[in-house]
Structure formats: structure tokens, C-alpha cells
């Protein structure tokens, strides 16, 4: 029996994992440029030791002076090893950790549901998941430090109920793993641990038994250690770099509507209204399920028809959140709620009102609460109302997997950065030697690192040049390098250059380049059949 | 309670809103209806619910607006919780409930979101729609015909558009968080955001102290006027409002007396702080078609040639209710007084722009500028946020 079940297990981790890499070069086929950033900077590192800006080892990659956490990076490696720069081996790790997130879901699940059947039921909804589909087929470090986040709660929850030395670094280990991941989980790891220490709920319901265990405070100091590097790596104001750009406090500051400045306390009242409902917002059933904010169309979180999770789950949730407010008293459920709360705390403290990738690693949490729900309902349900539950579920299942698979990048093609990169690779590749420059036009404000990826341009070319690197007035890092040249091109004027490719946006006449004898052109295409991404012109 | 609706009293009347469109009896003054509504109202909620539950009803922002701008739908939704009341105590009342719904479709003229989701026509073209976004793309994945057909049909398409429709009930932005929201919807909020959190003490306590009522007919009941309704986002939760009060109220009740005269206060200043916004920003938080139409009335002189903007419809209504026997010029060029947005004299602009010079295009087409409104939004797209009053020299 135990054996079947492994079996069980192991076949819908591989249908899991399956779904994550299956048509991974035409869906998403172009790379965004923080993916590009990540991958290059593997690549970099993986020939000389060193990033593009020539740190060495470095714990947090400068990139586009956002100080990306380099774990993923280090991890990319060996998959750049053997597989070489490309699109699979960059969203390798991805994949990997939206298949052992969904698997350790499956083991808390467990301390939850005791019936086999239904932790079965829930590690396929697991696998399943849009968000956990969506975000495993793009190189994002969010969804590493989720998988390690969730791991490290695992751990943590199994060395809670019995002391067991594995577990205990087991946990450790991972919560650091994670905060070396990504900048959110610098805030959550801290906060779960302080929360399951204070245990806030349990003293508003005036149980007064003892707060506070020492193993985990230790364990809490050796991981608030592990933060020294990261600011001895980077300056500390670098490191929070993000957090400057995007916190809530500066961007709103006063706060309330400028006319009602004059009534008492308003700031006050307006301030501590707009942080709950930030953390409010992730309670509502259509974030989860539906509405697309613009901050999330225009970027790579955007899953078409969905927010997070399934339409079913979405209204589950809500069931979930019932339950577990109902069950409060118990240590258990209390977990849950502090993983939430921690998880989602570093997304409500920024500008946007409703953020997929910043509460990653309260997912976890989201998906028990959708599923203690979706069980209840279900043993609600009478006979023929469980089959049509049953059946809505695999209709939405199939949904799923033919909307981000096969319809997905027709929506965020856009934010995946294509700008004829790619294609434009191979026409250049051929005739690379012939020419003496290559002058790039580009509205990517960062479209050296595409330049770089594909072209899998020399680490050692690139950090030598790394004393010039600075953002322009459009924080563009563009820097030239060997032929590439980045800045506008005129082409009246450009046209008289001899050996020289340009490539540019397609917004060329074409009939004047035809009318020039030492010019030929090329079109790159465009993820819709319909357009061109950009145009190469041949100055012989 | 008596001192809640003593002060929307109050509030109503520094307020002093004109009447939307719904409200408008010629010759009678919108006071004779928002009185015996106001009133009519707090008797019911006072026979009706228990104290807990009757101030928080009366003290909620939806109940200003609807004793205030929607009488209808508050004796709608009487009638409503009657009937929710009486199939808890026997199901056949659900046939009551079907009527209801229905004469609400029909209020409606048959238009329901969902209902629009779910024609047939309209989930071929989805379908078609994206299909075609498959067929156009360069990197087709070409996943299985047989495979794709599962999900591209129009019963998936249905219960995917039903489902997503579904989802945007216990929305606890609209409900609690309207003010802060980033999109800035205009609505105003179901509950002050402090009742968010005596929320989840309610559910807590509901099933802790295992308290025999029965929540669900009223949660099916919300629901259905939720789905059934085409109304503005926060009055579609109009029974929901009634629904989550039971659980408010009842966090009032259990939690200790130190505890209620904190949350008491907090609930007050809350109720000052959205009247001061409502007063500060009436043009923001309400229909500003009444202001417009209220500011042309003013300034237009009675018994003249008049013409007012059609642009939001209503307008010889309005006129009717300010003046019995008014009469409107057809023809804005025949009229020898307008009241219009700049714009309509000038042409539209897609972009609601207006050229900064339009005062003087106003007088090179011979018209005196007498007063001009700034509107807080614009409720003339295309036509500039300025309403303005003019005559013809």
C-alpha cells in the first residue's frame, strides 16, 4: 500500500513536473530581462567566478542596481552546464521548485487531513494550481524562495511537535536558503518565527501558558546572523534598494485626501486603513480568482483568465478562512494564520494594493486554506453534487493546462520583453565577422542583457567594462561592449555608415532601404504572426 | 441607535444633495421623501433587529446612501429580508424569493451580468476569439485538437464566466476598503474598515458559542441579489450589508466593555471622519448628474429660452422638478440660454481635453459666459470637466 501510494505520488510530481517544461521554447519563447539577467550572470559565473559587474562570488547580484538575492543564479549552473544558455536550463530551477512547493504542501496538508485520499486530491490541486503552473515556467527567484520557505515550515512544524536535531537545521537551513532567495522573504522568515514565538491569537483568547521556546529563539539569532553577509556583500542601502523604489510609506505620504487633512487623526486613520487593506486585499476571493490589475498585466505575473488560483478554489478559500477562524484555538490552525500573515506582510507593505509575486511565500498557506475549504464543501455535498464538483474540477484543470500552455503567451508575449532578440541572433550570427559594429536601437531599457544572453557574449569583455557601468537618466544600464553599440539611430544619417548592421524597431521605410545599394534589411518576427519585432539593416 | 440616526439626520441635511434622477417628483421637494424613508427605515431596523445589529446598520455608510439617494431599494430589501426571514422558518417561501428575483430581472430589463455571459452568441465569439489569439501566435505550442476542444466549448465557457462572476462576491475590498482602493471606484463603502476585523471576532464567536442562527439562508439570499442585480458595485451587497451586520453585531456582544467603548469610539470617529469626506467631497463620493443639473437650474433664469445638456439624459425631468411648468428648448443653437459642457459647443476631444482659450471660442460664437462649474469627474467624457452657463448675445 505504502508502495502504490509513492507510486501515486511520484507520477503526479512527473505529470507536475512534465507540465512545467512541456512547449517551454514556444510558450513563453522570448525571456524577460530580469530571466536574461539571472541567466547571464550563471553563465558569467560559471566560467570565470564572477558576475557581469566583476564581483566575485557575489550573495547579491547587482543586475540593474536592484541587488537581485543570487541564489537562484549559483543554482542555474549546473543546468547551464549541461544543457548550455538556453530558455530550459534558466527556468530549470523554477520548474523544480513549483514541484517540491506543491510536495511539501502535500506533507502539511497532512498534519490537516488524515484520510489519504484527500491529501492525494489536494497534492493534485497542488500541481495544478495556475499561479504554481504560471510561475514555474518563468526563471523567477520568488518561486525558489517559496519552495524554500515552505520546505523550512515543514520542517519547523515537524521539529515543533518533536525535537529532532535533522529537522531543527533542516529548518534552519531552508528559512536562510529562502531569505538568500528573495527580498521578500528577509521580512516574512523573521516574522513567522517571532509570531509562533509571541503567539499574539492565543493570548487575545487569554490562554497564558508558556510563549516562549528556546531552541527556536536560537534558531531565530542564527538566522537573523545569516543577514550580516548580505549587507557586508552589497552596502545596506544598495540591499534595500527595492524596498526604497517600492514602499508604500514614501509613495502615499500624506496619506489621506489632501481636503481632509484638517479633521483629527486622519493620517493616522487613513495610513493604518490603507496597510490593512493591503493585507485585506489578499483576502478577497476576486484577487485570487480574477481581476487583473495594470501592475499585473504589464508584467510577467500576468496569468491570463486567472489571478492566482482556480475560480473553484478562490470561493473555497473564503470556506478555508471560516474554518480556520472557527478551529483558532488550536495550535495548528494558528500556523496557518501567521504563515499568512508573515508571507503577505512584505507585499502589504508596498504601493501595490494586490501583489502575485511579493506573497509567494504565503501561497502555501493560501493553497491549505483553498483546500480545508474545497474539502468541506465537498463533504457537504450529496452524491450528484459531488460528481458535478468533481467534474468542474477537471474541466478547470484542462482549462488551465490549455490556457498557459497554449493561449497564455498570447496575452504576455509583451512582457516577456521579445523585441526580435532571439530571431535577430540568428541573422546576425552568420554574418557577425563582416561587419565592424553593431548599433542597437532598442525601447528596452535594459536590452544589453538580451544581447548578452543570446549572443553568449565573453564574461571577461563584459567585466572589463564594468568600470564604466552606470544608469542613465533612464536608469538603462546599457553599456557598449566589442561591436554592440546601444543609442538611437538616425537613419538618415546612420545610413551612410559602412559595415554596420542597425537594428532597430520596425518603424523604418523599407522602400528607401531597398533604394540604397550597399543596404540589406531583415525582419525579426514578432510573437504574433501579424507584426514584426524589430528590423536589421546590412550596411555593407 | 436613536442618536446614529439623529446625526445621518444631521449629516443629510448639512449634505443637502440634490436628488438623483430616481428621486424626482415634480413639485415636491426631495425632503418629503428622504424624511419618511429615513424614518420608515430605522422603525423597521428597530423592530426588527436587536440593538447591536440596529446600530450598526444605521451607523454603516450604504445606509446613508440609501435612505438618501436609493428609497426604493431600502423598501426593496425590507421586503427582501421579510422573505429571507420567512423561508427559515418554511422552505416554500423560496418561491417568493424566485418572484422577487424575477420582478428584479424585470426592473432591469432583463439585463444581469452573468446572464450577459452566458448567451450562447456571446460565448461562440469568446471561443472564436481565442482560438484565433492561438492561430496568430509564431510559436504555436499546437497542443491536441481533441485536448483543446475539452476546454474551448460553451459550457466550459459558461461555468468559466458564471464562476468568475461568482468570485466577486464577499469582494472585502467594496465592502470595507472602497476608499483606499488604488482604482479609486466611485462607491461608497459597505463598512468602515475597523468592522473588518470585528468580522472575524463575529465568525469566531458564531461558531465557538455555537449561536443557533441560521446564516445561510441569508447568505444564499445575498447572493442571488448579488448575481441578479446590475446595479453600482456597492449596492449589489446590499443584502450582503444586512447579512454581515448578524456577525458584527454579534463580535459587539461578546467582546468585554472595555473592549465595546473603544470599538464604540473607533466606530464614531469613523462614521465622522466618512461624513467629513462626504461633506468635503460630495462631487467625488455621489452621482454628480444632480449637482449638474441642480447648478443649471440655479443659474438658468426660470421662464426663460432654455436649453440643457442632454448628454446624461433626465434633463426635462429635472427641469419639471425644479419648475412644474418648465419647458426646454430642443436646439441648442435656437436657445437663447444654455447650460452645456464647454465642449458640446466646441466639439468633443477623445481625450476630455479642452482648448485653454475656450472662453474666448465661447464668445466668438456669441455667447456670454454667466457661471461655470469645475465637476470633480467627468461625467461628459469628451466634453471637459467645466459644466457652463451661458447666453446668447
Not at chain 1, 521554447?25 to 530571466?35: R, V
Request: positive net charge; proline residues 3%.
Amino acid at each position: 500500500m505504502k508502495f502504490f501510494r509513492i507510486l501515486i505520488i511520484f507520477f503526479i510530481l512527473s505529470i507536475g513536473f512534465f507540465l512545467r517544461i512541456w512547449h517551454i521554447k514556444e510558450s513563453a519563447a522570448n525571456i524577460g530581462f530580469d530571466e536574461a539577467a539571472l541567466g547571464y550572470n550563471a553563465y558569467s559565473l560559471m566560467l570565470t567566478g564572477k558576475d557581469e559587474h566583476a564581483f566575485k562570488y557575489p550573495i547579491s547580484l547587482k543586475s540593474f542596481g536592484d541587488y537581485k538575492p543570487a541564489m537562484y543564479t549559483y543554482l542555474t549552473i549546473p543546468f547551464i552546464k549541461i544543457f548550455g544558455l538556453t530558455n530550459l536550463s534558466l527556468r530549470m530551477v523554477s520548474a523544480i521548485s513549483g514541484v517540491v512547493l506543491a510536495y511539501f504542501v502535500y506533507l502539511i496538508l497532512g498534519i490537516y487531513v488524515k484520510d489519504e485520499k484527500y491529501r492525494i486530491a489536494g497534492l493534485i490541486l497542488a500541481v495544478m494550481q495556475p499561479w504554481s503552473l504560471h510561475f514555474s515556467r518563468v526563471a523567477l527567484e520568488t518561486n525558489l524562495s517559496a519552495a524554500f520557505y515552505t520546505m523550512g515550515i515543514y520542517f519547523y512544524l515537524k521539529n515543533r511537535n518533536k525535537f529532532n536535531i535533522y529537522l531543527y537545521i533542516g529548518y534552519i537551513f531552508c528559512f536562510i536558503a529562502s531569505i538568500y532567495s528573495y527580498h521578500g522573504a528577509r521580512v516574512a522568515v523573521p516574522l513567522f518565527l517571532i509570531l509562533m514565538q509571541l503567539d499574539p491569537i492565543k493570548w487575545m483568547l487569554r490562554d497564558k501558558k508558556k510563549l516562549f521556546n528556546r531552541r527556536e529563539i536560537l534558531s531565530i539569532m542564527v538566522i537573523i546572523f545569516c543577514y550580516i553577509p548580505i549587507f557586508l556583500n552589497a552596502s545596506a542601502m544598495s540591499v534595500l534598494t527595492r524596498f526604497n523604489q517600492e514602499n508604500f510609506f514614501k509613495i502615499f505620504s500624506p496619506y489621506a485626501p489632501k481636503e481632509l487633512l484638517n479633521f483629527p487623526l486622519i493620517k493616522f486613520y487613513y495610513l493604518i486603513g490603507m496597510l490593512c487593506g493591503r493585507l485585506w486585499a489578499y483576502f478577497s476571493p476576486i484577487n485570487w480568482g480574477g481581476k487583473i490589475y495594470i501592475w499585473i498585466r504589464q508584467s510577467v505575473m500576468h496569468i491570463p483568465e486567472f489571478g492566482m488560483v482556480g475560480w473553484i478554489e478562490s470561493i473555497t478559500f473564503i470556506v478555508g478562512v471560516v474554518l480556520i477562524i472557527k478551529n483558532i484555538i488550536k495550535d495548528k490552525y494558528r500556523v496557518l494564520v501567521y504563515w499568512l500573515v508573515a508571507g503577505l506582510a512584505p507585499a502589504a507593505a508596498t504601493w501595490n494594493w494586490f501583489h502575485p509575486l511579493r506573497c509567494l511565500n504565503a501561497m502555501g498557506s493560501v493553497e491549505i486554506f483553498c483546500f480545508l475549504g474545497m474539502i468541506y464543501v465537498y463533504k457537504q455535498l450529496g452524491t450528484f453534487l459531488k460528481i458535478v464538483f468533481l467534474s468542474l474540477i477537471l474541466i478547470q484543470f484542462v482549462f488551465i493546462v490549455n490556457n498557459e500552455i497554449g493561449f497564455s503567451y498570447y496575452e504576455t508575449h509583451g512582457n516577456f520583453q521579445p523585441g526580435g532578440f532571439m530571431e535577430g541572433v540568428e541573422i546576425i550570427k552568420n554574418v557577425y565577422d563582416q561587419y565592424d559594429q553593431i548599433i542597437v536601437d532598442s525601447p528596452q531599457a535594459q536590452s544589453y542583457i538580451f544581447i548578452l544572453y543570446y549572443f553568449k557574449i565573453d564574461p571577461i569583455l563584459v567585466q572589463s567594462q564594468s568600470h564604466l557601468r552606470k544608469p542613465n537618466e533612464k536608469r538603462s544600464w546599457n553599456v557598449d561592449f566589442g561591436k554592440f553599440k546601444f543609442r538611437t539611430i538616425n537613419w538618415q544619417e546612420d545610413r551612410k555608415l559602412k559595415k554596420t548592421i542597425l537594428w532597430k524597431y520596425p518603424d523604418l521605410d523599407v522602400n528607401e532601404i531597398k533604394k540604397q545599394n550597399n543596404a540589406k534589411y531583415f525582419l525579426t518576427k514578432h510573437p504574433i504572426s501579424l507584426y514584426d519585432s524589430s528590423i536589421i539593416v546590412l550596411l555593407d | 441607535m436613536l442618536f446614529v440616526i439623529g446625526l445621518q439626520l444631521v449629516l443629510g441635511i448639512l449634505i443637502n444633495y440634490p436628488p438623483l434622477s430616481g428621486q424626482l417628483i415634480p413639485g415636491i421637494d426631495i425632503w418629503f421623501l428622504r424624511l419618511p424613508i429615513l424614518l420608515l427605515s430605522a422603525w423597521g431596523i428597530y423592530k426588527w433587529a436587536n440593538k447591536w445589529q440596529g446600530f450598526i446598520l444605521v451607523l454603516s455608510p450604504i445606509y446613508f446612501a440609501l435612505w438618501y439617494f436609493y428609497p426604493l431599494l431600502l423598501i426593496e430589501l425590507m421586503v427582501w429580508v421579510w422573505t429571507i426571514e420567512k423561508i427559515r422558518g418554511n422552505k416554500k417561501w423560496i418561491v417568493l424569493l424566485v418572484v422577487l428575483s424575477i420582478l428584479r430581472i424585470g426592473f432591469q430589463k432583463g439585463k444581469v451580468d452573468v446572464y450577459e455571459k452566458i448567451i450562447p452568441r456571446k460565448l461562440s465569439e469568446e471561443i472564436m476569439e481565442r482560438v484565433k489569439s492561438e492561430d496568430i501566435l509564431t510559436y504555436k505550442t499546437n497542443l491536441p485538437l481533441k485536448f483543446r476542444r475539452l476546454s474551448y466549448n460553451k459550457p466550459v465557457f459558461a461555468i468559466k464566466n458564471i464562476l468568475q462572476e461568482s468570485v466577486k462576491f464577499l469582494d472585502v475590498e467594496t465592502i470595507f476598503f472602497g476608499e483606499f482602493h488604488p482604482l479609486s471606484q466611485k462607491g461608497i463603502v459597505v463598512y468602515y474598515w475597523p468592522q473588518s476585523f470585528l468580522l472575524i471576532v463575529g465568525v469566531y464567536f458564531y461558531f465557538r458559542k455555537k449561536i443557533k442562527f441560521d446564516l445561510k439562508t441569508y447568505l444564499i439570499g445575498s447572493f442571488v441579489y448579488f448575481m441578479i442585480s446590475k446595479e453600482i458595485s456597492f449596492l449589489r451587497f446590499s443584502i450582503l450589508w444586512i447579512t454581515l451586520s448578524f456577525l458584527i453585531a454579534l463580535a459587539m456582544e461578546k467582546i468585554n466593555k472595555y473592549w465595546k467603548i473603544l470599538v464604540v469610539l473607533v466606530l464614531l470617529y469613523s462614521f465622522g471622519v466618512n461624513a467629513y469626506n462626504f461633506l468635503l467631497l460630495k462631487g467625488k463620493w455621489f452621482d454628480n448628474r444632480a449637482m449638474a443639473m441642480e447648478f443649471c437650474m440655479k443659474n438658468l433664469p426660470k421662464d426663460g429660452d432654455n436649453y440643457i445638456t442632454r448628454i446624461f439624459g433626465n434633463e426635462k425631468k429635472y427641469c419639471r422638478y425644479y419648475d412644474k411648468n418648465c419647458v426646454l428648448n430642443e436646439k441648442i443653437d435656437e436657445a437663447k440660454n444654455i447650460c452645456v459642457f464647454a465642449g458640446e459647443l466646441l466639439g468633443r476631444q477623445w481625450n476630455n481635453t479642452i482648448d485653454d482659450r475656450w472662453q474666448d471660442l465661447w464668445r466668438g460664437k456669441g455667447y456670454k459666459i454667466v457661471k461655470i462649474l469645475q465637476m470633480y469627474d467627468s461625467i461628459a467624457y469628451g466634453y471637459s470637466d467645466y459644466l457652463v452657463v451661458g447666453e446668447k448675445e
